[in-house]
């Protein structure tokens, strides 16, 4: 179901590739909102690809970043004093009796407090990582659509909330980053052949059973174990990756731009590591077809599916 994947988080990608034009007023528009307490998600490859701003709605991006990350320091260097006051005091205890409240509370201030310092080293550091592009449903990504004939690149969160669906459908259905090929004329009629978007996606990665992937019989394992796999295409490639994507609107409330990752059968070197699903990555010559569907000649839509880029895909347990 392409539980979490790792993206070229970066808008410059798609400009350097595709001559797509960045929508700033939607990323300003989302970088707003977190900077204004929304609890949205963007991950740090989004962040980084402003830090060097050359436009004025660039820099306001940077000023809306460099304003948030400044709220969360405040934020989580309180913390930090708090649980140091919290792990002194328990250590004081311990010195004379040892107790499992002092000894409980040492515990948690010490993960805290190297969690916290972590988050700290994230936010400050400038050096990329590539774990600053790894996206997980809830998160944002650039994905590239066509609007009135132009190649658009816009923010836009990986759990596709449909148009004049309520908002409750994010918890009723939490698996809409995937919308399977078999239930595209079902749940996701109103987005195949009228909003096709393209996500870059460098690695993937899903949930298996460990009794799967190693070819044993569940009996064997004292209890059905999930393991993360990491899947990489053995030739290095980019994946063009279908989607479908939705405009969610309602009154009192901002805009929600959002997507699904198409999904299919896999492959087998993926159905041998014990996945079921698996992404769809177009070929590049397909692209504009793609972008710019015909909803009254779906057979050619399938037919862009099915003339997929087929790389195989090498795995291993993620880090």
């Known amino acids: 179901m392409c539980y979490s994947a790792?993206?070229?988080?970066?808008?410059?990608?798609?400009?350097?590739?595709?001559?797509?034009?960045?929508?700033?007023?939607?990323?300003?528009?989302?970088?707003?909102?977190?900077?204004?307490?929304?609890?949205?998600?963007?991950?740090?490859?989004?962040?980084?690809?402003?830090?060097?701003?050359?436009?004025?709605?660039?820099?306001?991006?940077k000023d809306l970043v460099d304003r948030f990350n400044a709220d969360q320091i405040g934020k989580l260097e309180q913390d930090l004093f708090k649980q140091r006051t919290r792990l002194a005091d328990a250590e004081r205890i311990l010195q004379t009796k040892v107790t499992k409240a002092a000894t409980e509370s040492?515990?948690?201030a010490t993960d805290k407090i190297a969690w916290t310092r972590g988050k700290l080293e994230d936010i400050r550091r400038t050096e990329p990582k590539a774990?600053?592009?790894?996206i997980f449903p809830g998160h944002y990504a650039p994905v590239m659509v066509v609007e009135t004939g132009m190649r658009l690149i816009m923010p836009m969160r990986y759990q596709c909330r449909i148009a004049g669906k309520p908002a409750s459908y994010d918890v009723k259905y939490p698996g809409t980053y995937n919308a399977r090929?078999?239930?595209?004329?079902?749940?996701?009629?109103?987005?195949?052949?009228?909003?096709?978007?393209?996500?870059?996606?460098?690695?993937?990665?899903e949930n298996v059973s460990r009794a799967k992937m190693e070819g044993t019989l569940l009996e064997t394992h004292e209890r059905d174990e999930n393991v993360v796999l990491e899947f990489?295409?053995?030739?290095?490639?980019?994946?063009?990756?279908?989607?479908?994507?939705?405009?969610?609107?309602?009154?009192?409330?901002?805009?929600?731009?959002?997507?699904?990752?198409?999904?299919?059968?896999?492959?087998?070197?993926?159905?041998?590591?014990?996945?079921?699903?698996?992404?769809?990555?177009?070929?590049?010559?397909?692209?504009?077809?793609?972008?710019?569907?015909?909803a009254s000649d779906l057979a050619a839509l399938y037919a862009?599916?099915?003339?997929?880029?087929?790389?195989?895909?090498e795995h291993r347990l993620a880090a």
């Open 232 to 294: 990489r295409p053995s030739n290095g490639e980019l994946m063009h990756v279908a989607c479908l994507w939705s405009r969610w609107s309602a009154p009192g409330q901002p805009d929600l731009l959002s997507f699904a990752a198409i999904t299919d059968e896999p492959p087998p070197e993926v159905a041998a590591a014990g996945h079921d699903r698996c992404i769809v990555p177009i070929k590049p010559e397909n692209i504009d077809a793609w972008l710019n569907p015909d």
């Open 6 to 61: 790792q993206i070229q988080a970066d808008y410059r990608k798609y400009v350097k590739m595709f001559g797509a034009h960045m929508n700033i007023e939607e990323f300003a528009r989302l970088f707003f909102e977190r900077a204004e307490g929304s609890k949205v998600k963007i991950p740090k490859g989004m962040e980084d690809a402003f830090s060097e701003p050359q436009t004025e709605g660039e820099i306001q991006i």
């Open 131 to 134: 774990r600053d592009s790894r």
């Open 304 to 313: 862009i599916l099915d003339d997929r880029d087929r790389p195989y895909y």
């Open 106 to 108: 040492q515990r948690i």
């Open 181 to 205: 090929r078999d239930n595209l004329e079902g749940f996701w009629k109103s987005c195949l052949g009228y909003n096709h978007g393209v996500m870059l996606v460098d690695v993937f990665y």
